[in-house]
């Protein structure tokens, strides 16, 4: 079975960096598409960073590109999202997302865990 733990997350200054990590079981990195989504309070939700496992291609939302980096480490099955120069409008609730054979729909999401950037 395909699972997502995430973990790291919590408050910060803006200004501030933090890193969310994704630990992924059940699958194995080549054939998958994974990224970082996030949905702030009364939004609906927003995909933010994409990586395909296979070559590695890259893709960012505006509102995070040149300050997020998502990445993936194939021997520890980790995901991982580093956020620096955080905003106050970055506080949400970030989920790790994986889409198996990259279609367009993610099938799996982790439990989610909670972002907030104070100013």
């Known amino acids: 079975q395909v699972h997502l733990v995430q973990s790291g997350g919590g408050s910060v200054q803006a200004g501030g960096s933090l890193r969310l990590s994704c630990f992924v079981s059940?699958?194995?990195?080549?054939?998958?598409?994974m990224g970082w989504s996030r949905q702030a309070p009364g939004k609906e939700r927003e995909e933010i960073a994409s990586?395909?496992?296979?070559?590695?291609?890259?893709s960012y939302a505006d509102s995070v590109k040149g300050r997020f980096t998502i990445s993936l480490d194939f021997v520890e099955n980790m995901l991982y999202l580093q956020m620096a120069s955080l905003k106050s409008e970055d506080t949400a609730v970030y989920y790790c997302?994986?889409?198996?054979?990259?279609?367009?729909?993610?099938?799996?999401w982790g439990q989610g865990t909670q972002v907030t950037v104070s100013s």
């Open positions: 997302a994986t889409s198996l054979f990259c279609t367009p729909e993610y099938n799996y």
């Open positions: 990586i395909n496992t296979g070559d590695h291609n890259t």
């Open positions: 059940g699958f194995t990195f080549g054939s998958a598409c």
